[in-house]
């Protein structure tokens, strides 16, 4: 399933490289927030979404409804790359998905816990856009996790094999995407990408939780990094009464790219945050509840470390700049 999944996406992306299409549909022109230098199409989504849609409505059809709702999101967000969307709408759209799937497949516990899930699938919808701007790292995580979730969902003790084929062409086609993206980048992922792949990861990660195949602890841990840098650089943003919502380059990843380490560099950390978190997950699900939630916990104590590290080293950048400028 990875590798057809795989095969089909870069096959969609090439051609429309090719053609010269993917310049028409759209293209991303860089500014002073970007990370890049020149224009780049932005059609990531036009092949990872209708191979994850197909394969999901073909091989795992009791989860029709999440993948009718990624293409619906898909749609309006292609909208939003090629001419613009007032905020409202995009979140309008976002939340339409998200309460459909909660109201149409809700889980048997209090309508508040179903409103505290509901809320964080939204912040994942929109975290994933936002981290959605160095090469080759969205579509890593995406490789990455929705792999974990495959994986999980098959060595489960109530394994869910339809679950498994959607998570693993949702990572194959995320792998046929990175043969593009990767630095240096000749796609991009696009909001019609990105949103669509924030929306898996809730949605699919609520779909196990709901059919015990793992605890709701999972999905949060599995995709953690992105979770955490984007938590953080929010939360900063509000304490000095910004508006989160404008593009900037503030996120960790963003700040490790611009301190020397590079696309590349940047990517190749994260793949080994990414990977050790996953690891980290599915050992955990085999433990007692209160092992399973010291795991998480820690966890994150250790991203918010690397955080830090980050930070540190933005500042010695910085001071390093300045003193330059000031010596000139």
């Not at 992306?13 to 230098?37: E, Y």
């Not at 933005?314 to 300045?322: E, G, L």
């Amino acid at each position: 399933m990875v590798t057809v999944a795989a095969g089909v996406c870069a096959l969609i992306l090439l051609v429309l490289l090719k053609t010269g299409l993917a310049w028409r549909l759209a293209t991303d022109i860089p500014n002073d927030r970007s990370l890049h230098v020149r224009p780049t199409p932005r059609v990531g989504g036009w092949g990872l979404v209708p191979v994850c849609v197909a394969a999901t409505l073909l091989l795992a059809s009791s989860l029709w409804f999440v993948a009718v709702a990624a293409a619906f999101l898909a749609a309006v967000s292609q909208m939003d790359d090629r001419r613009g969307l007032p905020a409202r709408v995009r979140f309008a759209a976002h939340l339409i998905a998200v309460v459909l799937l909660v109201v149409l497949f809700p889980a048997p516990v209090p309508w508040w816990v179903l409103a505290v899930l509901a809320f964080l699938m939204l912040w994942l919808v929109n975290l994933y856009n936002f981290m959605d701007g160095a090469d080759g790292l969205a579509g890593g995580m995406a490789l990455f996790g929705f792999g974990g979730y495959a994986i999980a969902a098959l060595l489960s003790i109530h394994p869910l094999p339809e679950l498994a084929l959607s998570c693993a062409a949702v990572a194959g086609a995320a792998l046929g995407f990175l043969l593009f993206n990767f630095h240096p980048a000749r796609i991009f992922l696009g909001d019609a990408g990105s949103i669509s792949l924030g929306f898996l990861a809730g949605a699919l990660g609520y779909w196990g939780w709901l059919r015990g195949v793992w605890p709701v602890w999972f999905p949060l841990l599995v995709f953690a990094p992105f979770i955490t840098d984007a938590s953080i650089t929010l939360a900063r943003r509000l304490l000095r009464g910004e508006k989160f919502w404008q593009a900037h380059r503030e996120h960790y990843y963003q700040r490790m790219v611009r301190s020397g380490i590079g696309h590349a560099g940047t990517a190749s950390v994260w793949y080994v945050v990414m990977a050790a978190g996953i690891m980290l997950a599915l050992f955990a699900l085999d433990r007692s509840p209160p092992v399973q939630w010291c795991i998480v916990f820690t966890w994150i104590i250790i991203l918010c470390l690397m955080a830090v590290a980050v930070d540190l080293r933005w500042r010695r950048v910085q001071s390093t700049i300045a003193k330059q400028s000031t010596e000139v």
